[in-house]
């Protein structure tokens, strides 16, 4: 059974930074895919920073603020929040995609940013 497991998240100024990990069950070496999603209230999950084998995307808005990096020996996901914003409030969630096809998400990490 994969767990994913986020932390990291908390209450924070605007401008300020958090790091958000993504601790997995199982090794990411292979992985087809490692991404960061979040959901505000009354809002669809979006993708925040994702890499796959091919190239690392980041949301538009994310850019120049956010990184997304890996620790394979660890098998943890991190994303690094700088700058963060009031409108970057939402729950984050981490997910892991195997062979392509088979998904795992995490129960997501609460970020609140106050202005």
């Known amino acids: 059974q994969v767990q994913l497991v986020e932390s990291g998240g908390g209450l924070v100024q605007a401008g300020g930074s958090l790091r958000l990990s993504c601790a997995a069950s199982v090794s990411i070496f292979t992985a087809s895919g490692l991404g960061w999603y979040r959901q505000a209230p009354g809002k669809q999950r979006e993708l925040v920073a994702r890499?796959?084998?091919?190239?690392?995307d980041y949301l538009d808005s994310v850019k120049g603020r956010f990184t997304i990096s890996t620790d394979n020996a660890q098998n943890t996901v991190y994303l690094q929040m700088n700058s963060l914003k009031p409108e970057d409030t939402a729950v984050y969630y981490c997910?892991?995609?195997?062979?392509?096809?088979?998904?795992?998400w995490g129960r997501g990490t609460q970020v609140t940013v106050s202005s």
């Open positions: 890499i796959t084998t091919r190239n690392i």
């Open positions: 997910r892991l995609t195997i062979k392509y096809v088979n998904d795992y």
